[in-house]
């Protein structure tokens, strides 16, 4: 069964351990800088909080995603701040599957009125993905990242 579970004192361990390709690490940041980064929040046009996920397939941890909120921003309310799956899970609708449970999530809430997510310019697997879930990219690029919206009202 898959599913999204929050990261906790039991399993951030395994899900730290979790790596993508080497060619795709300047892509994403480690889980560990990610969950750490929950803990504090992020400053970004106002202050985010943070929100960290393991992906799993049963029992396995197959990938993380992270998301933020800050509902006083005036463009978008919600960001997908990160998503990977291990290398040894790729291709098998794992990041498809987190996107679609994180966008029910904010699709639920009445506050959120746009998502966005960024991503860099050359990932084109990720700009696929983002693209069939309906995210647009604006045309800006914040901190060498290309970033996307989504309209949810």
């Known amino acids: 069964m898959l599913e999204i579970r929050p990261v906790t004192k039991e399993n951030w361990h395994a899900l730290i351990d979790l790596k993508v390709r080497e060619d795709q690490k300047k892509f994403v940041a480690s889980n ?9 929040g992020d400053e970004y046009q106002g202050h985010w909080d943070l929100f960290p996920f393991g992906i799993y397939d049963g029992d396995e941890p197959v990938g993380f995603l992270m998301y933020a909120f800050n509902f006083e921003h005036p463009r ?6 990160r998503l990977m799956v291990d290398e040894k899970f790729q291709g098998k609708g794992y990041g498809k599957f987190a996107m679609q449970k994180a966008l029910e999530i904010f699709r639920a809430d009445e506050r959120i009125k746009n998502v966005a997510i960024s991503y860099e310019p ?5 700009r696929k993905l983002y ?3 309906g ?4 045309g800006e690029i ?3 990242e ?4 989504l309209k949810l009202r």
Do not use: G, M, P, W
């Open 32 to 40: 560990l800088y990610s969950i750490a980064q929950s803990k504090v």
């Open 76 to 81: 978008e309310q919600a960001y997908v701040q």
């Open 122 to 126: 050359e990932n084109d697997v990720a």
């Open 131 to 133: 693209t069939s879930l």
């Open 135 to 138: 995210f647009v990219e604006t």
């Open 142 to 144: 914040v901190e060498d």
């Open 146 to 149: 290309v970033v996307a919206l």
